[in-house]
């Protein structure tokens, strides 16, 4: 045998000594990866919880090969059918964040209506509220008016017979003579003037005389009643005259000789009245319950 020959020969024995001890490592590795398996011992169920999409959970199935792990050489459809149940649970939650998402959102619409419905519902209480209180607020004032009104009426009718003097005019007449001078017209023109729409006021007209008796003075004070009523307007049961002729009252502020002192009267009906009328010349124009005679008229004239 040449030595060539040898060494080929040589060369072989060693591949296939190399081979047979390869396949005898693969199989005592893959004899010592799996686990004993006794009688005993039963194989355990899968446990099987439902994912966040309802389904169970996928079941990969790698089928190890030759080398002991997942085929390194694998082809494209093997790959395709181990993604493709992934993608169809990706889509799943991808549905499912939608539907999240959607309801959400309903859920997010749903509260800001019933939110706004809330502040619409208070608001209308609270103008409710307020004009109930507006309303309140103007009968409290009505009752109030009311009870004034109502005191301002009874303290008119209590004193209906309580009257007060508002003015006075002393009006002189020349000796003999009956007739109503210019100047005493003049000052019954000023009375008579604010009487226009008055109520509850009386005229006193007394007469008086330096003679005894009381014709001349009784019918001095008709002259004053006759004008009043006549070129006045002034009802005639609002006047009251007499005649004194010399019996002049001690304390009286009057003047000597011939005299009708005419004095204007109001009661508590008239003083109400003027009061409702911002307007009224009486309520305007008198300040005092008792006025001086110090009028053109009440000055001493010496003929009529």
Request: charged content about 15%.
């Amino acid at each position: 045998m040449t030595t060539s020959t040898w060494s080929t020969t040589k060369i072989l024995t060693g591949a296939a000594a190399l081979a047979f001890a390869l396949t005898i490592s693969g199989l005592s590795q893959t004899a010592s990866s799996t686990p004993p398996q006794t009688g005993a011992s039963s194989p355990a169920a899968p446990v099987n919880t439902p994912t966040a999409t309802g389904q169970q959970p996928l079941d990969m199935q790698s089928h190890e090969g030759f080398w002991g792990h997942v085929n390194p050489m694998a082809r494209k459809k093997w790959v395709n059918r181990q993604t493709e149940p992934i993608k169809g649970r990706l889509n799943e939650l991808d549905q499912l964040t939608a539907k999240n998402a959607a309801d959400i959102k309903a859920l997010d619409v749903r509260a800001t209506a019933g939110i706004q419905q809330a502040n619409d519902t208070a608001n209308a209480a609270n103008a409710t509220a307020t004009t109930a209180s507006g309303i309140a607020t103007s009968a409290q004032t009505s009752a109030t008016g009311a009870a004034t009104k109502a005191n301002n009426l009874n303290t008119t009718v209590a004193n209906l017979d309580q009257y007060k003097t508002v003015s006075e005019a002393e009006l002189r007449f020349a000796p003999g003579s009956t007739v109503v001078g210019k100047k005493s017209r003049a000052a019954l023109d000023d009375m008579a003037d604010q009487l226009n729409g008055q109520k509850g006021y009386i005229i006193q007209v007394q007469g008086y005389t330096h003679a005894r008796g009381t014709e001349m003075s009784a019918k001095m004070a008709d002259s004053v009643v006759r004008y009043l009523v006549e070129k006045k307007n002034v009802p005639i049961f609002r006047i009251y005259k007499m005649g004194y002729g010399n019996a002049r009252p001690t304390d009286a502020k009057i003047g000597k000789g011939n005299v009708v002192e005419v004095t204007l009267m109001h009661n508590s009906l008239a003083d109400m009245d003027s009061n409702g009328s911002s307007g009224s010349t009486i309520g305007a124009t008198q300040s005092s319950n008792t006025a001086s005679p110090g009028t053109a008229a009440s000055q001493p004239a010496t003929s009529n």
